[in-house]
């Protein structure tokens, strides 16, 4: 009997070829790189990858978007930004990611009509609508489909399908914008970009996968899965070493460990 996942891949095949020609909104996380291959499979030459470059999105997964695309063979197109634009996306108020959206979202409908494709997706799935994400409103303004919520594919069966799929990108793990570390109402600049993001690459070369770096003015905050605490502590001088020359006072472990969405838990209350 066939799995329910193998099925839900089944009907997003089909939704997929029934659009004919496809731009896709592609990060290269395990999300968008799973949607970018199965829209390839379908469609071929018919598809095309396009990624955002923006100083919120690390450098590592830049890179990883271009050698994925080149593994899925699919063509894929960077679109750059003025930064003028992200003036509003600085200020860092709670609509923060619904007015990054609506830049990025435009900018990438504009390309994609250059490219004679009318269709654009992008790969939100199911349990990204138990959050907070005001950036999915931005999607409708755009006519921008997400197939991965239309056939109801969770984060794990992603997971579980790229594995199938022999994706590289099935094990990752899970990504988001560095705007997300800054608490709503602290502005971001370059400068705190380029903080945070060496920080966590300073975490990941101690074999730490999973990482975010949360900015609280002269205090780094530190989320890691509790099975890499001990890493954290063993490392300890090294990490306060690090961070401190890039700016930062005090540097503090979070005993709730990583947990998605953390900075959206205010909201909550």
Same mark, same amino acid.
């Given at each position: 009997?066939?799995?329910?996942?193998?099925?839900?891949?089944?009907?997003?095949?089909?939704?997929?070829?029934?659009?004919?020609?496809?731009?896709?909104?592609?990060?290269?996380?395990?999300?968008? /790189?799973?949607? /970018?291959?199965?829209?390839?499979?379908?469609?071929?030459?018919?598809?095309?990858?396009?990624?955002?470059?923006?100083?919120?999105?690390?450098?590592?997964?830049?890179?990883?978007?271009?050698?994925?695309?080149?593994?899925?063979? !699919?063509?894929?197109?960077? *679109?750059?930004?003025?930064?003028?634009?992200?003036?509003?996306?600085?200020?860092?108020?709670?609509?923060? #990611?619904?007015? #990054?959206?609506? !830049? *990025?979202?435009?900018?990438?409908?504009?390309?994609?009509?250059?490219?004679?494709?009318?269709?654009?997706?992008?790969?939100?799935?199911?349990?990204?609508?138990?959050?907070?994400?005001?950036?999915?409103?931005?999607? %409708?303004?755009?006519? !921008?489909?997400?197939?991965?919520?239309?056939?109801?594919?969770?984060?794990?069966?992603?997971? @579980?399908?790229?594995?199938?799929?022999?994706?590289?990108?099935?094990?990752?793990?899970?990504?988001? #914008?560095?705007?997300?570390?800054?608490?709503?109402?602290?502005?971001? /600049?370059?400068?705190?970009?380029?903080?945070?993001?060496?920080?966590?690459?300073?975490?990941?070369?101690?074999?730490? %996968?999973?990482? $975010?770096?949360?900015?609280?003015?002269?205090?780094?905050?530190?989320?890691?899965?509790?099975?890499?605490?001990?890493?954290?502590?063993? @490392?300890?001088?090294?990490?306060?070493?690090?961070?401190?020359?890039?700016?930062? /006072?005090?540097?503090?472990?979070?005993? $709730?460990?990583? $947990?998605?969405?953390?900075?959206?838990?205010?909201?909550?209350?």
């Amino acid at each position: 009997m066939e799995n329910t996942s193998d099925y839900k891949l089944k009907k997003l095949k089909k939704l997929l070829k029934e659009m004919g020609s496809l731009a896709i909104a592609y990060s290269g996380g395990v999300d968008s /790189t799973f949607l /970018t291959k199965v829209a390839y499979d379908v469609l071929k030459d018919n598809a095309i990858a396009f990624t955002v470059v923006l100083p919120m999105f690390p450098k590592y997964e830049k890179k990883q978007a271009k050698n994925f695309s080149k593994e899925i063979g !699919i063509k894929h197109v960077f *679109i750059k930004l003025d930064e003028k634009q992200l003036k509003e996306v600085y200020k860092n108020d709670i609509n923060r #990611c619904y007015k #990054c959206k609506k !830049i *990025i979202f435009s900018k990438i409908k504009e390309t994609a009509e250059k490219h004679n494709i009318k269709n654009v997706i992008e790969a939100s799935n199911v349990d990204d609508l138990h959050d907070y994400r005001p950036g999915l409103k931005a999607l %409708k303004k755009f006519n !921008i489909k997400s197939p991965l919520i239309d056939v109801k594919l969770s984060k794990a069966e992603i997971r @579980n399908l790229s594995k199938k799929l022999k994706l590289k990108s099935w094990d990752m793990p899970s990504s988001a #914008c560095l705007a997300t570390r800054f608490p709503y109402g602290t502005i971001i /600049t370059k400068k705190k970009l380029y903080q945070v993001e060496k920080a966590e690459d300073f975490l990941r070369s101690l074999n730490i %996968k999973q990482v $975010r770096v949360r900015y609280y003015f002269e205090t780094a905050k530190i989320e890691v899965l509790k099975q890499d605490f001990q890493k954290i502590i063993k @490392n300890s001088d090294k990490i306060v070493k690090y961070f401190k020359d890039l700016g930062f /006072t005090y540097i503090n472990l979070d005993l $709730r460990g990583y $947990r998605s969405g953390s900075l959206n838990e205010v909201l909550k209350k």
